[in-house]
């Protein structure tokens, strides 16, 4: 965790980096963050006006001109990450970081109701779709010189709880898929893969798993954005195969 890490002015400078879910909740606050210093930034995500608006709030803070990728996880093929992949290497030639972000959380329900659907979707956006996005990126990621994929996880793809289903069966496999991808890259890669649990933050996420909690006892994405900078810079080469947090536990 690195909450007090006090990150230099033009961090990112001259760096390319996407972010899935970059319209709401965490993504939004990463993708305007990184471009305040000083990323191109790649805004990925389903809802476009969502996306616009937050590409019209970096270009009226006059960040890097930054561009919208639409792309729901939900039904896109291979061939729509490859696509991607060509639209990127034409306009950018790299690719210096890569946030996934984008999330569903599914239902909070016991395992013996858990609609097989709902759980199939979840794992496609929280894990499967990722993952290929990631294959097809991974030939621009090499192109950078130190380039840092980070995976969202979370708590409970550490330690199981009850009627988490999906979601936390997802971010399991997240952990697990970032320690098998991190072995194959160590020694000959200037590539790293981390995942980063963003702990307990105040999103519309975080209020549909908890309806009862206060908001105002929560971090806010801004408040965690220190490790997010940290992890996705300079200052984090050599960090590879690593389970983070954006935040001390709470007590
Ligand atoms: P939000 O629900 O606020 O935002 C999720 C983002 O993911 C939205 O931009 C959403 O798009 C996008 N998204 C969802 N489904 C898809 C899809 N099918 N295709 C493309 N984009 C999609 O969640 P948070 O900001 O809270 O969560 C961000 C990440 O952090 C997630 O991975 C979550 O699991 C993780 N996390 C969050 C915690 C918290 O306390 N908030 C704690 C632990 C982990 P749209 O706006 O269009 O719906």
Redesign the pocket.
């Known amino acids: 965790c690195k909450i007090d890490y006090q990150p230099a002015s033009n961090l990112l400078e001259n760096r390319v980096v996407l972010v ?9 606050t990463a993708a305007l963050t990184y471009a305040r210093y000083g990323a191109t930034v790649i805004l ?4 476009i006006a ?1 996306l616009e608006r937050v590409y019209d709030e970096i270009e009226a803070e006059g960040g890097p001109q930054p561009a919208i990728f639409p ?4 039904g ?1 093929t291979l061939k729509d990450f490859h696509d991607m992949a060509e639209t990127l290497d034409k306009e950018f030639g790299r690719l210096d970081g890569l946030l ?6 599914g239902k909070i329900t016991p395992f013996e109701q858990y609609n097989p659907e709902l759980w199939e979707q979840v794992m ?3 894990i499967n ?1 990722p993952i290929w996005m990631t294959q097809a990126l991974l030939p621009l990621l090499q192109q950078s010189a130190d380039a840092s994929v980070i995976f ?4 409970v793809g550490r330690k199981g709880r009850a009627y988490w289903g999906a ?1 936390s069966v997802s ?1 399991f496999a997240t952990e697990g898929f970032v320690e098998v991808l991190a072995d194959e890259l160590e020694n000959q890669s200037t590539l790293r893969v981390n995942t980063l ?10 209020r ?2 908890y309806p009862g909690e206060d908001p105002l006892t ?1 971090r806010t ?1 801004e408040e965690i954005m220190p490790t997010y900078l940290w992890l996705m810079g300079p200052d984090s080469v050599g960090i590879s195969g690593q389970k983070l947090d954006a935040q001390p536990p709470r007590v």
């Open positions: 899935t879910g970059a319209g709401d909740g965490i993504g939004r990925l995500g389903r809802t969502k792309l729901n996880f939900e896109a996934h972000n984008a999330g569903l959380l496609q956006v929280n779709g969202t996880s979370s708590s979601y971010k649990n963003p702990g307990a933050t105040r999103t519309q996420m975080r549909t798993a929560l994405p």
